[in-house]
T-cell receptor
Framework: GAGVSQTPSNKVTEKGKYVELRCDPI?????LYWYRQSLGQGPEFLIY????????DSGLPNDRFFAVRPEGSVSTLKIQRTERGDSAVYLC?????????????FGQGTRLTVV | QKEVEQNSGPLSVPEGAIASLNCTYS??????FFWYRQYSGKSPELIMS????GDKEDGRFTAQLNKASQYVSLLIRDSQPSDSATYLC????????FGKGTRLHILP
C-alpha cells in the first residue's frame, strides 16, 4: 500500500478484555516496529520485527503483550487482560530494510481506551 | 540516563526567527539520527535524517550532528506558525528510540 495502515483507528474496551491491533506496513518493507505513546510523551519502543521474527521485544511491558508477523508483512499486537494503564496510542512504523541507515514511516495509530 | 534526551519545552519563537532544537543520546555506537514532527493528535512525520558529522540542509531545515559530543540538533529558519508542533529526536541503536519531544510554538 501507499502508507502504513493501522486498524482500528480507535478501540474502546473493558478492563480485562482481550484486544488485537493490526498493522499493514508499506509494501516491501521488511522491518516493522510497534510503539506506544502516552499523552505528552515520545513513542515508547515495544517490539521490532525483521521479516517474520521478532528481532527485539525488550520493550514489551509484560507477558500480557504479544505480537506476531507470521508472513513477514501484516503484524498484530495482542493485549490480554487489558488494564486501564494500557490506554494509549499504539503506533506502528515500517522501514525498507533493517539496519543502521533506515528511515521509519508511521501509520496513523490506534487509540486504545480501556474503561 | 535516558537513551535520548530532549528539553520538553515549550520553546516559543517569534515568526520569522530561527528555532533551535537540541537532543543528546547515550549510545556511542548509534549511526543514524532522525527528526520527526508531530502535530497534536497526529502520528510522527519524518522531516530529516542525518548519518555523518556536520550539517545537512533541506529547505528551511538544517540538521547538525556531532558524534563526539553525542549531540544532534535541528534548526528551522524563517519559522512559520505551521511549524508549531512537537519535534521528536530519534536514534537508531539497533532499534529506533525516541526522545520525549520538544514542543515548539511559533508566535505570530
Amino acid at each position: 500500500g501507499a502508507g502504513v495502515s493501522q486498524t482500528p483507528s480507535n478501540k474502546v474496551t473493558e478492563k480485562g478484555k482481550y484486544v488485537e491491533l493490526r498493522c499493514d506496513p508499506i509494501s516491501g518493507h521488511t522491518a516493522l516496529y510497534w510503539y506506544r505513546q502516552s499523552l505528552g510523551q515520545g513513542p515508547e519502543f515495544l517490539i521490532y520485527f525483521q521479516g517474520t521474527g521478532a528481532a527485539d521485544d525488550s520493550g514489551l511491558p509484560n507477558d500480557r503483550f504479544f505480537a506476531v508477523r507470521p508472513e513477514g508483512s501484516v503484524s498484530t499486537l495482542k493485549i490480554q487482560r487489558t488494564e486501564r494503564g494500557d490506554s494509549a496510542v499504539y503506533l506502528c512504523a515500517s522501514s525498507l530494510t533493517p539496519g543502521d541507515y533506515t528511515e521509519a514511516f508511521f501509520g496513523q495509530g490506534t487509540r486504545l481506551t480501556v474503561v | 540516563q535516558k537513551e535520548v534526551e530532549q528539553n520538553s519545552g515549550p520553546l516559543s519563537v517569534p515568526e520569522g526567527a530561527i528555532a533551535s532544537l537540541n537532543c543528546t543520546y547515550s549510545d556511542r555506537v548509534s549511526q543514524s539520527f532522525f527528526w520527526y514532527r508531530q502535530y497534536s493528535g497526529k502520528s510522527p512525520e519524518l522531516i530529516m535524517s542525518i548519518y555523518s558529522n556536520g550539517d545537512k540542509e533541506d529547505g528551511r531545515f538544517t540538521a547538525q550532528l556531532n558524534k563526539a559530543s553525542q549531540y544532534v540538533s535541528l534548526l528551522i529558519r524563517d519559522s512559520q506558525p505551521s511549524d508549531s508542533a512537537t519535534y521528536l529526536c530519534a536514534v537508531n541503536t539497533n532499534k529506533i528510540i525516541f526522545g520525549k519531544g520538544t514542543r515548539l510554538h511559533i508566535l505570530p
